[in-house]
């Protein structure tokens, strides 16, 4: 679950309608960027699907005591997240095995990033180069990577993945004061696609439903929209996390995306 507060009540989106979501992204991203032909489709279902093994735990949410909210994709408790993180790659990699690759090294570089130790951790990780190392030999008997290849789809992956996080954890038409701290310098590696010219794309609201993106990475300006539920703190405290969040309506937010102004995204670059 992604989760954030505002005006008394709790923000909630479930992980997989965030997936489904970057992979609205990467469907839109620019043609000359995109993946080779022959792999593209494995790679826009990979994206949307990254987080599907979340479905399950996200059907009730979890009270963490300890942090006054409810368990995210960031403090849930490390080895039930390994065990729904392997039984999501386990489903990717029976629709695509090239899919499964590209997740299992997304999720590889997230614990990186996250420091988290444990020997059940150490298991996973293991466990995960063994995978990679098994499609890889699969990959080259039947359709060899090209060079690049899978670096490029990593940077797609995450890039839309934290595009849809933005979403999901920014208040639409919030300043610049209030943007999440994730975001503050831009989105991490971004700037590495060619055609930033090595600047990180910086996201800033025009206003509660239009977000301005510099430099630009679609084709073309764009409207997505996703599911979310708002959670009232009282509902929670009276009747418990679990039922205030099934009793909150499911709301539809909509977002334009457009071209913002190449400036902004130099200067914040320097």
């Known amino acids: 679950m992604i989760c954030r507060e505002q005006d008394g009540a709790l923000i909630m989106m479930k992980q997989h309608d965030h997936g489904l979501l970057a992979g609205n992204f990467a469907k839109w991203f620019k043609e000359e960027h995109t993946p080779a032909e022959g792999r593209r489709a494995e790679v826009l279902w990979a994206v949307s699907h990254h987080d599907r093994g979340w479905i399950d735990l996200d059907e009730t949410p979890f009270w963490n005591d300890a942090e006054g909210q409810p368990y995210s994709f960031i403090d849930f408790p490390v080895v039930p997240k ?15 095995p090239y899919g499964a690759l590209l997740c299992s090294s997304h999720f590889e570089r997230l614990i990186e990033v996250s420091g988290e130790e444990c020997p059940e951790l150490t298991q996973y990780l293991e466990d995960e180069a063994e995978r990679r190392a098994r499609i890889h030999r699969r990959l080259e008997q039947e359709k060899p990577l090209e060079e ?50 090595g600047r990180a794309i910086h996201a800033k609201w025009r206003d509660n439903r239009t977000l301005t993106l510099a430099p630009f990475p679609f084709t073309q300006d764009i409207e997505v929209s996703f599911k979310q539920r708002r959670v009232s703190l ?35 670059n320097g």
């Open 234 to 268: 009282k509902a929670v405290q009276d009747k418990g996390i679990a039922r205030a969040y099934h009793e909150a309506p499911e709301e539809e937010c909509k977002i334009r995306v457009i071209s913002g102004p190449e400036e902004d995204s130099r200067a914040k």
């Open 148 to 197: 690049g290849e899978l670096y490029y789809d990593a940077r797609l992956l995450q890039f839309c993945d934290d595009l849809s996080l933005f979403l999901a954890l920014n208040e639409p038409g919030s300043k610049e004061s209030k943007k999440h701290p994730w975001f503050v310098d831009g989105f991490s590696g971004s700037e590495e696609f060619s055609f930033t010219s």
């Open 82 to 96: 390994l065990t729904f993180y392997r039984r999501g790659i386990d489903e990717i990699e029976a629709k695509t």
